[in-house]
């Protein structure tokens, strides 16, 4: 049996500024390290697993939490590399090149990757915008689009997924 590919395609600057933002998301797990999460944002990542005993979730945590933070960054390094050909970090909006559509293939583990990498941006976007329901959306703030924007790939993405 084959493996299915699901293809990508993505505007060479979508593509650059979602490079951006997952190697600042890289950068963040990187800050993290073993210490317990400060970032309300980095907590969300690796939320307690027992939230009414301080104690026990503080030795789960410790028992996981680098386990769970290095396989974000190996899944964030993952999009990187597939993202590589396609980015172009001096990239100018208003060249021709920006609107060019590039094509990014996955196999099933890239896909994975860009799963779950997309769904923990998304997750420390909507810590940092104080998202908690669809309701707590400003439509005045672009950052706002950039968390749409990161749900209609991931949308994209699961549907693909569906289908592979």
Do not use: N
């Not at 990187?80 to 990014?104: F, K, N, R, Y």
């Not at 976007?125 to 959306?137: F, K, M, N, P, Q």
């Amino acid at each position: 049996m084959t493996r299915r590919l699901v293809v990508l395609e993505i505007t060479r600057m979508e593509a650059t500024h979602l490079a951006g933002l997952v190697m600042q998301f890289s950068d963040l797990l990187t800050e993290t390290g073993d210490r317990s999460p400060s970032d309300p944002a980095v907590a969300r990542l690796v939320p307690d697993a027992y939230p009414d005993d301080a104690e026990a979730a503080q030795e789960f945590r410790s028992l996981t939490q680098r386990d769970l933070l290095d396989r974000r960054s190996t899944d964030a390094a993952a999009v990187l590399a597939s993202l590589h050909d396609v980015v172009e970090p001096a990239l100018d909006p208003h060249d021709e090149g920006a609107t060019q559509i590039a094509v990014v293939e996955l196999d099933a583990d890239g896909l994975q990757s860009w799963l779950r990498t997309l769904a923990a941006v998304r997750l420390v976007l909507a810590s940092r915008l104080g998202i908690v329901d669809e309701d707590d959306h400003d439509e005045d703030d672009p950052r706002f689009g950039i968390y749409d924007w990161l749900g209609y790939r991931l949308e994209g993405l699961v549907k693909a997924a569906e289908g592979a």
